[in-house]
């Protein structure tokens, strides 16, 4: 049964990455996690050549392998924002400073069949350098991210992708307790800032890996 479902997706990848391409992203293609994770450090890191590496939160990221073979990378300098020994004073300016490096790397929340990338933050650091700030940026895509428009990005998002991450971070809010938004006042609240990149300026500045497997929440 996976074949046909590869395959499905594969076109629909394919169909995206000419989209994606028109709105002036540098697009790349992956048949799994593993195979995204090598072509980034096959493909990306030598032709960039980056003197610092950061990223934003990204299960994606994580399990492409990225961040296990780049926390070793010898040629640049790595500001890891997930470094559990730091405390949150630190790791927030771990998070700033992150947002000045050659190159970032993260996921996105969803994807529109028009190539629009849509992020909800919590803290903000992963839109902000999705914005500006890092030289470029790569953002690492599971096929179950791409949604119809817009309007089914929003609900994506507020529906399954914040109530799902709220669970796996054990905030204190009412959707990890009912898996249903509540426009919630929480302290722990983690919806907070919203961005639509319709296209990457410069052009090629954000890099897109489309991966042919479901990654992420
Ligand atoms: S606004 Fe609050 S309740 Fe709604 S998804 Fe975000 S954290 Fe959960």
């Known amino acids: 049964m996976e074949k046909p479902v590869r395959n499905y997706w594969q076109l629909r ?11 002036n992203f540098e697009v790349f293609m992956a048949g799994d996690a593993r195979e ?7 493909k990306v890191l030598p032709k960039l050549a980056p003197k610092s590496i950061s990223w934003g939160g990204s299960m994606t990221f994580v399990a492409t392998g990225l961040y296990d073979m780049l926390k070793g990378y010898p040629d640049a300098q790595i500001l890891d924002t997930f470094d559990k020994s730091l405390s949150p004073e630190e790791s927030l300016e771990r998070r700033r400073e992150s947002l000045l490096v050659d190159l970032f790397i993260t996921g996105t929340n969803a994807v529109t069949r028009s190539g629009e990338l849509v992020n909800l933050d919590m803290i903000g650091n992963r839109v902000a350098g999705i914005t500006f700030g890092p030289r470029n940026v790569v953002v690492m895509v599971g096929r179950n991210k791409i949604v119809e428009d817009l309007d089914v990005a929003i609900e994506r998002i507020k529906d399954y992708a914040a109530p799902t991450n709220a669970m796996r971070l054990n905030k204190k809010t009412p959707c990890a307790k009912t898996s249903v938004c509540e426009e919630c006042k929480s302290p ?4 907070n800032s919203w961005t639509i990149t319709q296209k990457s300026f410069p052009k090629g500045r954000i890099k897109v890996v489309l991966i042919n497997e ?4």
């Not at 169909?15 to 391409?21: C, D, I, P, Q, Y």
């Not at 722990?188 to 919806?191: D, F, S």
């Not at 479901?214 to 929440?217: F, I, N, Q």
């Open 13 to 23: 990848l394919e169909n995206l990455k000419e989209v994606l391409k028109s709105n």
């Open 36 to 42: 995204a994770g090598r072509m980034v450090m096959d």
């Open 188 to 191: 722990e609240r983690i919806c």
């Open 214 to 217: 479901d990654l992420g929440l």
